[in-house]
């Protein structure tokens, strides 16, 4: 089997790059921070925010609630406060099973082609 090499994982993220991951304006990004107390970004010397992985899933929770789910901002506060972990846990879940599922097509499009005469 061919070396395949593994994507180097960034530790930090920019606020452009968080923004691209979720489609959405940076300002929005900006905002649900002073909404969300547990969007907590580190901030470089100029003030730039550095969003690590556990703040992405942190925003992507937010996301999701606000607008997969259709909560507003009060309701998705309060859903957050009523029981954090159990919402980060799931979104995490649904992530990991989706990487697990979109890996397992891969390898049986991969398998298919080596099949073909």
């Known amino acids: 089997m061919p070396y395949k090499e ?3 994982e960034k530790k930090y993220h920019s606020i452009g790059e968080v923004a691209e991951m979720f489609k959405v304006a940076p300002s929005l990004i ?7 107390d ?3 970004p580190k901030k ?3 003030g730039n925010r550095r969003y690590t992985k556990e703040d992405i899933q942190k925003i992507k929770y937010v996301y999701h609630l606000v607008k997969e789910k259709g909560y507003t901002l009060q309701g998705a506060q309060e859903v957050i406060a009523s029981g954090k ?13 989706q990487e697990i599922k979109d890996f397992l097509i891969n390898l049986r499009n ?6 073909e005469p």
Do not use: H
Request: glycine share 6%; hydrophobic share 35%.
């Open 6 to 8: 593994r994507e180097i």
């Open 30 to 36: 900006r905002y649900w921070e002073g909404e969300f």
């Open 38 to 40: 547990i969007i907590r």
């Open 44 to 46: 470089d010397k100029k």
């Open 85 to 97: 972990d159990q919402g980060f846990d799931k979104v995490a879940a649904v992530q990991k099973l």
């Open 110 to 115: 991969e398998l298919k082609i080596r099949n």
